[in-house]
């Protein structure tokens, strides 16, 4: 079964402070994501990767960073975290098309 | 640019009641038209999927028709359970606006089922 997995599952992090989601799928897929969920505004697309070594912005890229080292791994980094990043982080991934997205199950950031 | 409207931000309902969330998009192609459905500490899950006018995508007892007409693809279940209780996405992937692996998502509606 297609499977996404993040970590960590929750973190608190310093205002400040380094952050780094990791996110690992053994989907095959070429195509991983990063989103944000936050109440009222649904799922917004961070960065996202076609192929290994190459992230594109999304739709909100600004104070975060994407790595993708290979096509099972992508990364996303927080430089300089702040109070309005906290939200959740839901990594996925897909075939081209994403005629289906796989989730992983997010990670719950706070920032304080 | 490319958008999906959900009118519905939180619907509660009674079990065994009528559910209808609608969904309407607006694109310049001919769109892949979606719902996830997300359950409380999940990443959403794709519910069922339609990529041609009038086709119907059904899953779990939930249905939604294609309708290039009135640009709708509106979700629909018959008898509610409490088990239903969950965030439902309408999401489109458009082939004619630049790369079609990026969902365009709606905000979610947020269903709640009393026992």
């Known amino acids: 079964e297609a499977a996404v997995t993040q970590s960590p599952r929750s973190k608190v992090a310093v205002t400040g402070g380094k952050v780094t989601l990791s996110c690992h799928q053994t989907n095959n897929h070429d195509y991983m994501y990063w989103y944000r969920q936050d109440t009222g505004h649904g799922l917004r697309l961070i960065h996202y990767?076609?192929?290994?070594?190459?992230?594109e912005k999304g739709d909100i890229p600004d104070g975060y960073k994407a790595s993708r080292p290979s096509q099972e791994n992508f990364s996303l980094i927080l430089e300089l975290a702040s109070l309005s990043q906290t939200a959740v982080y839901f990594c996925?991934?897909?075939?081209?098309?994403?005629?289906?997205?796989?989730f992983g199950k997010g990670t719950r950031l706070t920032v304080v | 640019g490319d958008s999906v409207t959900q009118t519905e931000g939180q619907v509660a309902l009674s079990e065994e009641d009528f559910l209808t969330i609608h969904c309407n998009y607006s694109?310049?192609?001919?769109?892949?038209l979606f719902w996830y459905v997300q359950y409380p500490g999940e990443g959403p899950q794709l519910l069922f999927r339609a990529s041609r006018d009038k086709e119907k995508g059904s899953s779990r007892g939930f249905e939604a028709t294609y309708d290039k007409g009135t640009t709708s693809f509106h979700l629909r279940k018959a008898s509610v359970q409490e088990s239903d209780s969950a965030v439902y996405y309408c999401?489109?992937?458009?082939?004619?606006?630049?790369?079609?692996?990026?969902?365009?998502w709606g905000l979610g509606t947020s269903l709640v089922v009393n026992p």
């Open positions: 694109a310049s192609g001919y769109p892949t």
């Open positions: 990767s076609y192929v290994a070594d190459s992230t």
């Open positions: 999401a489109l992937s458009d082939y004619n606006v630049g790369d079609n692996s990026k969902l365009i």
């Open positions: 996925a991934s897909s075939s081209q098309g994403a005629t289906e997205v796989f």
